[in-house]
């Protein structure tokens, strides 16, 4: 994904985001899709990644706001030599640089996908911390990825129904009469083996 877009003529020319901190974005979304595939009960590890992502796309924006226009006219003068040659022959010169040149327009596509990743992460980990506190969890033990009991702070394992230090109720859960999977009370129909409620 293009993190500089720079001109060249009537073109423009995208630069990778991988040429400046683009593969620390792109390692942690790849971690973070790992993560997702797995599917382990960890919105903290989201949360870390999303804040990650977040700051270092943030720091390359101001960094490629601030650098590109004086790069492309340092590029420009380097090209002054190069441009009278090319005078002479009747070719157009290379114009890398145009005056009043505004840097927002230098920003490429992939800062603003790395942004809405990095926000897509952050609402997935709030949704799930959301819910595993509707669960009986505390909020902060599930957004650092230790969950516990939000009546006696015991630690708690994934899966457990009942709080095993003071027994308070963690999931509106009850199990199918025949496959014996746990689901939601307010289901009708077992999501396993599609078993009527009325029967467990």
């Not at 995208?14 to 971690?31: M, N, Q, S």
């Not at 650098?67 to 090319?86: F, H, I, W």
């Not at 005056?99 to 992460?121: E, K, N, Q, T, Y």
Request: charge should be positive; charged fraction near 15%; aromatic fraction near 10%.
């Amino acid at each position: 994904m293009a993190w500089v877009e720079v001109p060249l003529g009537s073109l423009t020319v995208p630069i990778p985001g991988i040429f400046l901190k683009g593969g620390i974005v792109l390692a942690w979304a790849l971690v973070a899709l790992g993560f997702w595939l797995l599917r382990p009960r960890f919105p903290g590890f989201q949360l870390m990644a999303s804040l990650s992502i977040g700051f270092t796309v943030a720091f390359d924006l101001a960094e490629i706001l601030r650098k590109t226009p004086r790069e492309l006219g340092a590029l420009q003068l380097k090209l002054s030599g190069v441009n009278q040659t090319l005078t002479t022959f009747n070719i157009p010169e290379i114009e890398l640089y145009q005056r009043g040149l505004d840097p927002w327009s230098c920003v490429g596509h992939g800062i603003w996908m790395a942004f809405w990743g990095a926000g897509l992460l952050l609402a997935g980990a709030l949704v799930e911390t959301l819910l595993q506190s509707r669960q009986g969890r505390s909020l902060s033990s599930v957004l650092v990825g230790r969950p516990a009991c939000k009546a006696c702070g015991q630690h708690l394992s994934a899966g457990m129904n009942f709080c095993p230090g003071c027994g308070h109720k963690l999931l509106p859960v009850k199990k199918c009469a025949e496959c014996r999977t746990a689901y939601a009370d307010s289901y009708r129909f077992c999501p396993e083996c599609g078993t009527t409620s009325d029967a467990a």
